[in-house]
């Protein structure tokens, strides 16, 4: 294969042994070394791009750690330790939300749970899988990973103009929408007056209408409303019930708030922008593109239904925070990682142009280890000191985390392990690698 840098090479050797008398013949090479250079270039690039290699549907190859530079002993340590560490949380999830997020106002579930597996993992190193444990077959709740995909299929949107600019104020790209009454912003119930139930905008109030889609991917948007029979101030409330009505609102991107209802608000606004179920299109342009399995499913609320053009179509969570949210493999989720971590490209195909991986990638003003929902970033090597600063995770509760390297071709998923080892687990496969 020849580069661009070796084609130079070639032309500049090629000048140096041609005499000067033959000066017209020398020009006359030249050009052909020009052109066929050129044709080599064309010919040979789209391999260069394409020579990683991408796991076809059905079937991942393995590599023998040894194989692709790992210390096969310390990896093999390194995943005794994961498994060591399991969550200690209760396996019916059900269970663990009303340990936890079910004790905030209005906490109740709306969406589906289902009992966990075990402690769970795979390593996949320059595309192959180098090592798996657990249930990695098994279809879990993956929680807040689910942003990311959420947020991949508004980059869709983007991708092919049914929005200009992230930067855009999200309101004027949204009708009135028909919600169960309470919902929408304070004020403007939908079951008021005469008992009519009335479309409501959701960036209608002074505040909101700032807000634009760069907010909502950042969770700097302090949006202020109900969706789903959740308060904005319900979830993660403020240690003082006074404060939780009456709260001054920050200016939309001044203030990092992790908060799902506002992520369920990008869930809706999007669904209304592509005007057909978020399900369909991560189906058709991302998860199928990438060999995924049939056995993932994108859950939203039992009221999260809208009517679309005359159908009735559920919007799903960014997360699992009351129920719901991405249902999945191990396999599949190492397959997004990939993706990601490789910059949208699967193949030969580009499924989100670069230029938003770099978005998504990029930290935020409020939060700098915090890109687009939910990239976590090592921004200054504060997250995972011995990692690189241009490694990320995607993570969720339980814990879920997919870890990605671009700089090691590195992806790690771990399921269920616990919070507090998660950071260990990572540094001790990244030494690992000789």
Request: aromatic share 12%.
């Amino acid at each position: 294969m020849i580069t661009s840098f070796e084609s130079t090479v070639i032309l500049a050797k090629s000048r140096a042994t041609l005499p000067s008398r033959t000066l017209g013949i020398r020009v006359k090479i030249e050009r052909s070394y020009v052109l066929i250079l050129t044709f080599a270039a064309c010919f040979f690039l789209p391999s260069l791009v394409t020579a990683q290699y991408f796991p076809p549907a059905g079937s991942w190859e393995h590599r023998k750690s040894a194989e692709v530079g790992f210390d096969a002993a310390a990896l093999a340590a390194a995943i005794e330790f994961a498994q060591a560490n399991a969550s200690q949380n209760p396996r019916d999830l059900l269970e663990a939300h009303y340990r936890s997020f079910a004790r905030e106002p209005l906490g109740e579930a709306i969406g589906p749970f289902k009992t966990r597996g075990t402690q769970t993992g795979i390593i996949v190193k320059d595309g192959y899988i180098v090592a798996e444990w657990g249930e990695p077959a098994r279809v879990d709740m993956t929680f807040s990973v689910s942003k990311s995909f959420l947020s991949t299929v508004v980059g869709l949107a983007w991708a092919e103009g049914l929005m200009g600019n992230v930067d855009d104020l999200v309101g004027p790209y949204l009708p009135p929408i028909l919600l169960p009454p309470g919902d929408g912003e304070p004020g403007r119930e939908s079951g008021s007056g005469f008992g009519a139930h009335r479309p409501v905008y959701l960036f209608e109030s002074e505040h909101n209408r700032q807000i634009t889609w760069n907010h909502l991917l950042r969770q700097t948007s302090d949006w202020e409303g109900t969706l789903w029979g959740k308060p904005d101030w319900s979830d993660r409330p403020a240690e003082n019930p006074d404060e939780w009505l009456t709260r001054e609102r920050q200016s939309p991107g001044t203030l990092f708030e992790y908060n799902d209802t506002r992520v369920n608000l990008l869930a809706l606004a999007i669904t209304l922008v592509w005007r057909e179920p978020l399900q369909r299109v991560l189906a058709e342009q991302i998860m199928e593109p990438i060999g995924a399995s049939s056995t993932w499913q994108w859950h939203g609320y039992e009221n999260s239904w809208i009517l679309l053009d005359g159908v009735n179509v559920q919007v799903p969570s960014g997360g699992g925070h009351w129920g719901g949210g991405m249902f999945i493999n191990t396999y599949d989720m190492a397959r997004f990682g990939l993706l990601t971590a490789r910059r949208y490209r699967w193949g030969s195909k580009q499924l989100l142009p670069e230029k938003w991986w770099k978005m998504a990638t990029t930290p935020s003003a409020t939060n700098p280890g915090y890109g687009f929902m939910n990239f976590y970033l090592n921004t200054g090597r504060r997250g995972l000191a011995s990692a690189p600063e241009s490694a990320w995770i995607h993570l969720g509760s339980g814990a879920n985390m997919i870890y990605c390297d671009p700089e090691h071709d590195l992806v790690i998923v771990a399921r269920w392990i616990d919070d507090k080892a998660l950071f260990e687990f990572v540094a001790k496969v990244l030494q690992a690698l000789e």
